[in-house]
């Protein structure tokens, strides 16, 4: 008998399919938006998912203005971050980070969704977010997806 017909195949960035798709945020509550963008962009919902590879999709959100916060977030919820110099320790409320920048806030969900070493910040520079219906990746032919199918 052959012994490679023992080994497991797993799959490396090299021989992994990857795929564009589209997803709107109209309408979408942030953290399950940010769920599923994070598992589509991991490659969890693919069969050939390896935990050490980029395995995931090119993910393009659209519609990333059209987002929605559940309760009373828009005011709760705080974003910090540090200047690096003593004192200075800055925060946002959530409605002032989407007034400033609103993709900026769905990168922020998403990323803390990824893991937090190398693997994490490559997986998040496959994800594409955009204020309106416009983006440039006309080209790449990315398929619609629903997001809610993979919450």
């Known amino acids: 008998m052959d012994t490679l017909s023992y080994k497991t195949l797993s799959a490396n960035k090299e021989s992994a399919q990857k795929e564009w798709l589209q997803v709107d945020a109209s309408g979408l509550s942030l953290g ?10 991991r490659g969890k919902h693919k069969t050939s998912f390896t935990p050490h590879a980029d395995c995931g999709d090119y993910v393009i959100v659209v519609n990333a203005d059209k987002i929605e916060l559940t ?7 705080i974003y910090l971050r540090h200047t690096g110099y003593p004192g200075g320790q800055r925060s946002l409320t959530a409605q002032q980070l989407f007034d400033k920048d609103p993709i900026r806030l769905i990168e922020k969900a998403v990323k803390g969704m990824l893991p937090k070493n190398r ?13 309106g219906e416009e983006h440039p990746h006309v080209g790449q032919k990315p398929k619609s997806t629903d997001i809610k199918a993979y919450i």
Do not use: C
């Not at 399950?32 to 962009?41: C, D, I, N």
């Not at 309760?71 to 919820?77: T, V």
């Open 71 to 77: 309760g009373n977030k828009w005011n709760d919820k």
């Open 32 to 41: 399950r938006l940010a769920s599923g963008v994070a598992k589509l962009a």
């Open 119 to 131: 693997l994490g910040a490559q997986i998040l520079s496959n994800v594409y977010v955009y204020s």
